[in-house]
């Protein structure tokens, strides 16, 4: 069992940058190391959209309206992800989510959106303000 929790949500201005962490607890740096990871995003009314994935060996892939200007990251080391939003636009606010599943194959299950990911944190809340 993996537990996700979200942190560095909050309140911004239009151009402006955030970052949101995830710790991941009751699993080993090693557990860690090997999970597939990811942020998605949903906002009021909307489904639930994958944002930006990252694999055991550090290769990203991105949502295509968002990869000039998110930037997601891990640390093994610290059990910890990380999504760097910069230029934040009103309709980038949204309940960020950070997920995780044991497998090799990141990539396939990323393609699945979030039926692929086993384990959920509660979310952080972004609201970016025009």
């Known amino acids: 069992q993996v537990y996700l929790a979200e942190s560095g949500g909050g309140s911004v201005q239009a151009g402006g940058s955030l970052t949101v962490s995830c710790v991941a607890s009751?699993?080993?740096?090693?557990?860690?190391?090997?999970?597939?990871m990811a942020w998605f995003r949903q906002a009021p009314g909307k489904e639930r959209e994958g944002v930006a994935v990252i694999n055991s060996g550090g290769n990203t892939i991105y949502a295509d309206s968002m990869k000039d200007r998110f930037t997601i990251s891990r640390d093994n080391g610290k059990n910890s992800l990380y999504l760097q939003m910069n230029s934040l636009k009103p309709e980038d606010s949204a309940m960020y989510y950070c997920?995780?599943?044991?497998?090799?194959?990141?990539?396939?299950?990323?393609?699945?959106?979030?039926?692929?990911?086993?384990?959920w944190g509660q979310g952080t809340q972004v609201t970016v303000s025009s």
């Open positions: 009751a699993a080993s740096t090693s557990i860690f190391s090997g999970l597939c």
């Open positions: 997920a995780a599943d044991h497998t090799m194959y990141c990539t396939t299950v990323w393609r699945r959106g979030r039926v692929g990911f086993d384990y």
